[in-house]
């Protein structure tokens, strides 16, 4: 986990760097980011050319120093690795991000436009991604994005320990210095579709809509209230914290017992977050083991620090209202209306890894009592911008269908995507990595559309 530095420290750091004739470093970025090279502007105190050198590959320098799983990419692969000492990249990185917005860095002048007029669905990480690259490449950019707020999962899905919305907003700011023009509260579908956008004169449409709809578990007692999904959770708590809702609207109260189900990142956001709100137990629960886990090392960690509980090996079966909660525990209370339409425990069976690794459900069954459960178990995308738009395909689970050449283009001519909507939930580098692959596919499109069209003139 990243790190805040002063300049002494970092400086120090960055003199750590053994300067490799092969640096793995590089290796281990999934955007291949020079770290090599800013790393030795920064031993130097040249952060300016450290920033740069940043610049060239990545948009969103601040946010990916603050949630990059560095310990299993860059630092991973770092030689003084293999010593348990390796370079603290990730906290170099947000140091030197930091360090450009407060002095006002801005390497790369603004797009002309010139080169084309591109359309950006969406302003999670993929879109942002997109619409840098292009607009650095002199490519007119409009980002249009359904939330009054541009920023999508990182402004909205992780949460504000891990990462400050502030730092979402003065990179997006960055892009906005770039050229590239953001429209909310626009949602491309319902209210404007890929057509008309192509009808507006945009040459090419990059879609980065995600994974919006969350998945559910199909079980006996799933229309009892007190049942959230984690990607909801997590979104009102960022609007009730900021003023944009009601603080009720978050549905945990001040001693609710939790359970998150499921075990990525993205069900110990919601773990940890919940436990910052009652102080009532918040128990995350998993049908394998805790090395069987999806989530970063150093987030279990965490969570468990700060008072996060874990039941590893438990299937949930059904959830229980408080009428079948009493009659299950042998347990007497005054009857009321809300005994049948109130979450009160989860039924759970118990699970056993046998010797050959298999999950094998024995054991009996147990009940976990709570008051709330946060569902962290998929999502998958929705379908506004396919149901409106003729020509793009999707797999039978709703992804979108790209190609190889270009990089990216769906099965419709001019309409590009990529994220978490072509390749499924993944993290925030990831789903740069494929972006910027996918900018240069739209490039590379464009340029060849305004060649034959020059060529028929």
Same mark, same amino acid.
């Given at each position: 986990?990243s790190?805040?530095?002063?300049m ?12 490799? *004739?092969?640096?793995?470093c590089?290796?281990g970025?999934?955007i ?6 800013f790393?030795?502007?920064? @031993? ?13 590959? @990545? ?8 949630v ?19 370079? *603290? ?14 002095? =006002? ?77 953001i ?23 990059f879609m ?32 009730a914290?900021? =003023? ?10 001040d ?15 919601a ?26 090392? *150093?987030? %279990? ?18 959830y ?18 809300a ?30 009592p ?7 178990? /998929? ?17 039978d689970? /709703? ?7 270009? %990089? ?9 995507? *990529? ?15 494929? @972006? ?22």
């Amino acid at each position: 986990m990243s790190k805040k530095m002063t300049m002494q420290d970092a400086i120090t750091e960055a003199k750590r760097c053994l300067n490799c *004739s092969r640096p793995l470093c590089r290796t281990g970025c999934p955007i291949e980011n020079n770290i090599p090279e800013f790393v030795r502007a920064l @031993s130097e105190g040249n952060i300016g050319n450290a920033y740069e050198t940043i610049a060239e590959r @990545s948009n969103l320098p601040a946010i990916c120093g603050r949630v990059c799983a560095h310990e299993k990419q860059c630092e991973a692969h770092c030689i003084l690795a293999k010593k348990n000492s390796a370079i *603290s990249i990730g906290s170099l990185e947000m140091f030197i991000a930091d360090f450009a917005h407060e002095y =006002g860095l801005n390497p790369v002048p603004p797009s002309t436009g010139k080169r084309g007029k591109v359309a950006v669905i969406g302003s999670g990480p993929a879109g942002l991604t997109v619409a840098g690259d292009l607009a650095k490449m002199d490519f007119a950019v409009t980002i249009f994005e359904g939330q009054p707020e541009p920023g999508g999962v990182l402004l909205f899905g992780i949460p504000e320990f891990r990462l400050e919305k502030e730092v979402v907003r003065r990179e997006i700011n960055i892009l906005r210095k770039l050229g590239v023009e953001i429209v909310t509260e626009k949602l491309i579908g319902p209210d404007m579709t890929v057509d008309d956008l192509f009808a507006q004169g945009y040459d090419a449409i990059f879609m980065g809509t995600g994974t919006a709809l969350p998945r559910t578990l199909d079980i006996p007692g799933q229309e009892l209230s007190g049942i959230l999904t984690a990607t909801y959770f997590l979104k009102v708590v960022v609007l009730a914290d900021s =003023g944009k809702l009601d603080k009720k609207e978050v549905l945990i109260h001040d001693d609710d017992d939790v359970v998150v189900i499921g075990a990525g990142n993205v069900a110990i956001d919601a773990a940890r977050t919940a436990i910052r709100r009652t102080s009532g137990n918040v128990t995350v629960l998993y049908h394998k083991t805790a090395e069987d886990m999806t989530c970063l090392p *150093s987030e %279990y960690e965490a969570a468990l620090k700060e008072g996060v509980q874990f039941k590893f090996l438990k299937k949930p079966l059904g959830y229980l209202n408080k009428k079948q909660m009493r009659a299950l525990t042998n347990t007497r209370a005054k009857a009321s209306p809300a005994d049948e339409t109130e979450l009160a425990g989860l039924l759970v069976q118990n699970i056993v890894k046998d010797p050959e690794g298999k999950f094998v459900e024995t054991g009996g069954q147990e009940i976990i009592p709570c008051d709330s459960v946060i569902l962290a178990v /998929g999502q998958r995308p929705a379908a506004r911008i396919v149901s409106t738009t003729k020509g793009i395909q999707v797999d039978d689970r /709703g992804f979108v269908i790209t190609k190889e050449r270009p %990089y990216g283009m769906t099965t419709r001519a001019g309409v590009f995507s *990529s994220g978490d909507v072509v390749h499924g939930p993944k993290t925030v580098v990831l789903a740069m990595k494929e @972006s910027k692959k996918v900018a240069a596919g739209i490039a590379q499109y464009i340029d060849a559309k305004k060649l034959l069209a020059a060529c028929e003139e």
